[in-house]
């Protein structure tokens, strides 16, 4: 008789994408009806037949219509905490190629999300108390890169001495505006001019006087 073996880790694996990709495959859906109706107005079975799934399979996966507000949320500003500081890194050492490097992934990310970011400012009030300081957490924790650059540039003397706490979340502002004014904004700019100019007019303000012609390229 043949004797049972345990699951290979290729099976494991594949069973791991297949569940990522169904999750995916909900939340996706989950931005579509809740973009359209409203998240109170978004009923289980609207959700199942945008997803292609049944019901009961969306509740293999999720407590109920919070959680999926909650995934949803959390999913996008994961997005920004886990891919920033490698776009950073990538970047080099300079603390201004680091920012800027940054900065652009910020936009790029809200761009390939523009539904839930918009989603995230219109249902976020909606969350449970938990769920809104879990909110809370992640996107400070999404500001850290950014902050810790303009720290490291204003410490080499690169940046004026000014509110790194303010200035990093005025930069989140802007790149959150590609998607809130996302009607106004296309019409008129590509996402890489809206980025550059948006990179201009950043720099222009945090750079100390002594080194504006070193970044020169970066501003003009």
Same mark, same amino acid.
């Given at each position: ?18 569940? %990522? ?5 909900? #939340? ?6 809740? !973009?359209?109706?409203?998240?109170? !107005?978004? %009923?289980?079975?609207? #959700? ?20 999926? #507000? ?19 890194? =990538? ?57 810790? =650059? ?9 940046? %004026? ?45 945090? #750079? ?13």
């Amino acid at each position: 008789m043949a004797k049972d073996t345990p699951a290979l880790p290729l099976d494991e694996a594949v069973r791991a994408v297949r569940v %990522s990709s169904r999750r995916r495959q909900v #939340l996706d859906a989950a931005v579509t009806v809740m !973009q359209r109706t409203g998240f109170h !107005q978004m %009923s289980m079975q609207a #959700l199942a037949d945008e997803a292609q799934v049944s019901v009961g399979l969306i509740y293999k996966y999720f407590g109920g219509k919070e959680d999926i #507000l909650l995934a949803t949320i959390v999913e996008i500003l994961d997005a920004f905490r886990d891919q920033l500081e490698p776009a950073m890194d =990538a970047a080099g050492t300079d603390p201004v190629e680091r920012l800027v490097a940054g900065f652009r992934r910020y936009v790029e990310i809200v761009d390939e999300n523009l539904d839930a970011v918009v989603l995230t400012y219109r249902e976020s009030r909606t969350l449970d108390q938990d769920g809104r300081e879990r909110i809370k957490e992640l996107e400070v924790a999404t500001s850290k890169p950014l902050h810790d =650059a303009l720290d490291a540039a204003i410490a080499a003397g690169i940046a %004026s001495d000014l509110d790194v706490d303010l200035t990093t979340f005025d930069m989140m502002m802007l790149a959150h505006g590609w998607a809130l004014k996302h009607w106004h904004f296309a019409a008129r700019y590509t996402v890489d001019q809206y980025i550059t100019a948006q990179t201009r007019f950043i720099l222009r303000t945090v #750079l100390s006087d002594r080194s504006a012609d070193t970044y020169r390229h970066l501003t003009e």
